[in-house]
């Protein structure tokens, strides 16, 4: 069945650190994939989406490309800041366009 | 209304009640998602609806657990006889259409005692 699998967290960067989640995803077809970030006591939001093999989401200074040859979403920002440190997930749309979501990776940023 | 909206926020309940958990989506989405999310966990799919039918209940995790949405709106989770692992957050997510952008609520955090 569809799955998605994420790097563990946490992971722990200061402030303006490079930052990258890697996300690798099996699936039938070539379904979308989005990213959604979770704040602290706050829901679910979308960060970004991109729907077809090389389209790049972006959003908020974060970017993933979606690589059909090596079925991976990597999530980057190039200068992350405190308010980024949240929970993200990945998640590709399986059949019945169902979000098939990962344990997520907690992001901690340090000033 | 403006988002997805479920009700209530917070259920404290005995083990072995019945609870219910209510969402009203994004007025004219036509499909609606219910998911789990325990401590430490990621998000678990539970049922899909497109309008008032539901063609994946794939991840109900038992006979407890039971949904069913009305008027193509307003959909209720029901959760019989409750238990302990039940306790989580359970939220609801809708979309314009299938393969559109999906919205998620606040979620309702259910805890068993």
């Known amino acids: 069945g569809d799955s998605v699998t994420q790097m563990e967290g946490p992971v722990t960067l200061s402030e303006e650190a490079f930052l990258t989640i890697n996300c690798t995803y099996t699936?039938?077809?070539?379904?979308?994939l989005f990213w959604y970030v979770q704040y602290p006591g706050e829901g679910l939001q979308l960060l970004l989406k991109?729907?077809?093999?090389?389209d790049k989401g972006s959003n908020k200074g974060f970017e993933a490309t979606y690589r059909k040859e090596t079925t991976s979403f990597h999530l980057e920002k190039g200068s992350v800041q405190v308010s980024d440190s949240a929970v993200y997930f990945c998640?590709?749309?399986?059949?019945?366009?169902?979000?098939?979501f990962g344990t997520g990776t907690r992001l901690q940023v340090f000033p | 209304g403006a988002g997805v909206s479920q009700s209530p926020s917070n259920k404290v309940t005995e083990k072995g009640k019945d609870v219910e958990l209510r969402c009203d989506p994004i007025s004219g989405h036509t499909a609606l998602y219910w998911y789990r999310q325990s401590l430490g966990q990621g998000l678990e799919f539970l049922i899909y609806f497109q309008g008032n039918s539901a063609p994946d209940k794939s991840g109900l995790p038992s006979d407890r657990f039971s949904a069913e949405r009305t008027g193509g709106s307003v959909s209720t989770l029901t959760i019989q006889r409750t238990q302990q692992e039940d306790s989580a957050v359970y939220l609801c997510a809708s979309s314009p259409n299938p393969g559109n952008t999906i919205y998620f609520g606040e979620g309702s955090w259910l805890t068993v005692v």
């Open positions: 991109a729907t077809k093999a090389d």
């Open positions: 998640a590709p749309q399986g059949d019945t366009d169902k979000l098939i």
């Open positions: 699936a039938t077809g070539y379904p979308s």
